[in-house]
C-alpha cells in the first residue's frame, strides 16, 4: 500500500501530466495554404500576439482542395486560411464557416513572356490554368468575357492539376502563359532568368477587375474563416484578437518582406528570396470581412453567373460576415 506521502507526490505527478496533457489538447491550430496570405497567419503566431488567445498556437499547412474540404467539413479545422467561395460554400450549406477577413487585395496575375502586357494580347495564345472550375478560373473567364474575347476562338485554355505543372509547362516552351497567384509567380519569374525567354507579370487580373468589373481596387480571393466551434470557444473576443494580429502582421510582412523568417514553419516552403520577391505583389492586408462585403459580393456575383454552385447556390446573408 502506498504511504501518504508516496500518495501525495503520485497525485502531484498525475495532476501535472494530466494537466500537460490537457495544455497540449488545448493547442489551437491554424491552417492556411502553402501561399502568401499564410505568410501573415505565421508572422502573427511568430509574433505572439495571438498569445491572447489564452492558448498555445501552432501553423499547419493545408496541401489540396480535398484537404480543406475534409477538415472543415469534420471540425478538425477550426481557423484556417480558404478562398472566399469555399467559405461561402460551407457557410451556404448550413455547415458554419464565417469569414473573418480578407488577406489579400489581389494576387492573380498572368505571367508570359515580355510581349505581353494586354487581355488583347493573349489573342492566338495558350493560356494555362492550374484547377479547372475554381475561383482564379471563373475570374479568368469572366475578365476575358467582358474584354469581348472568346475562349477557344481567340484564346485557347488549357488546364493542369497544379500551380507547379503550369509554370514548368511555361518554362519549358511547351506554353505562352500562364494564370498563377503567389507565390508560384515570384518562383517562375526568378528561375526565368538563368534561362532563355524571360518571364514578366503581363497582366495584373487585380488592375483588370477593376477596370472592367468596377469597385475600387480589391479582388478578393481569399480569407481567414472559422467554424462556430472556434466562436463558441474563444468568443467575440477571441475573433478580434485574431483579426488584430493579422492586421498588424499583414502590415509587418508588407513592410518589411527581406526580413521575415518562416524558419519555424517549413510547412509553408517558401524560400526566403523569393518571399521577397513576392510580397511586393501580393496586396496583403486584413480587411474585416464586413468592410469588404460589397466586393465579396461583387465577386461572388460575378463567377456565380457561371455556375451557382461555387458559393453554396445563392449570396450568403449578413450572418456569414464574422466581423
Not at 36 to 58: D, F
Not at 198 to 210: F, G, H, Q
Request: charged letters at 15%; one cysteine or more; glycine letters at 10%.
Amino acid at each position: 500500500m502506498l504511504n501518504r506521502r508516496k500518495f501525495l507526490i503520485t497525485g502531484s505527478s498525475a495532476l501535472v501530466a494530466g494537466s500537460g496533457a490537457a495544455m497540449a489538447a488545448e493547442t489551437l491550430t491554424l491552417w492556411g495554404p502553402a501561399a502568401v496570405p499564410s505568410v501573415v497567419l505565421a508572422h502573427a503566431i511568430a509574433s505572439g500576439s495571438l498569445n491572447k488567445l489564452g492558448v498555445p498556437v501552432a501553423f499547419k499547412a493545408w496541401r489540396t482542395q480535398d484537404d480543406l474540404q475534409a477538415g472543415l467539413s469534420s471540425g478538425g479545422m477550426q481557423a484556417v486560411i480558404v478562398p472566399t467561395h469555399v467559405a461561402s460554400n460551407f457557410y451556404n450549406r448550413g455547415l458554419g464557416v464565417l469569414l473573418v477577413n480578407v488577406l489579400t487585395r489581389g494576387l492573380l496575375y498572368v505571367i508570359a513572356g515580355e510581349d505581353c502586357h494586354r487581355l488583347a494580347d493573349l489573342v492566338g495564345k495558350n493560356l494555362i490554368v492550374p484547377f479547372h472550375n475554381n475561383m482564379s478560373d471563373f475570374v479568368l473567364r469572366s475578365l476575358l468575357k467582358r474584354a469581348g474575347l472568346q475562349i477557344g476562338k481567340d484564346i485557347q485554355l488549357t488546364y493542369v492539376g497544379s500551380p507547379l505543372e503550369a509554370a514548368q509547362m511555361l518554362l519549358s516552351g511547351r506554353a505562352e502563359a500562364a494564370l498563377l497567384d503567389e507565390p508560384a509567380i515570384s518562383t517562375a519569374i526568378l528561375r526565368s532568368k538563368s534561362g532563355d525567354r524571360r518571364l514578366i507579370r503581363a497582366i495584373d487580373c487585380r488592375a483588370e477587375w477593376t477596370r472592367l468589373m468596377g469597385g475600387n481596387g480589391i479582388l478578393p480571393l481569399a480569407g481567414m474563416a472559422v467554424t462556430r466551434t472556434f466562436v463558441e470557444k474563444y468568443g467575440h473576443n477571441g475573433l478580434v484578437v485574431l483579426q488584430e494580429a493579422l492586421h498588424a502582421a499583414a502590415d509587418d510582412v508588407s513592410a518589411h518582406p527581406s526580413q521575415i523568417s518562416l524558419s519555424q514553419f517549413p510547412d509553408l516552403g517558401i524560400l526566403a528570396p523569393v518571399l521577397a520577391e513576392a510580397v511586393p505583389h501580393s496586396n496583403l492586408c486584413a480587411l474585416k470581412a464586413s468592410s469588404v462585403r460589397r466586393e465579396v459580393e461583387k465577386s461572388f456575383s460575378v463567377i456565380a453567373a457561371e455556375d451557382t454552385r461555387i458559393i453554396g447556390g445563392k449570396l450568403p446573408d449578413g450572418g456569414f460576415y464574422a466581423l
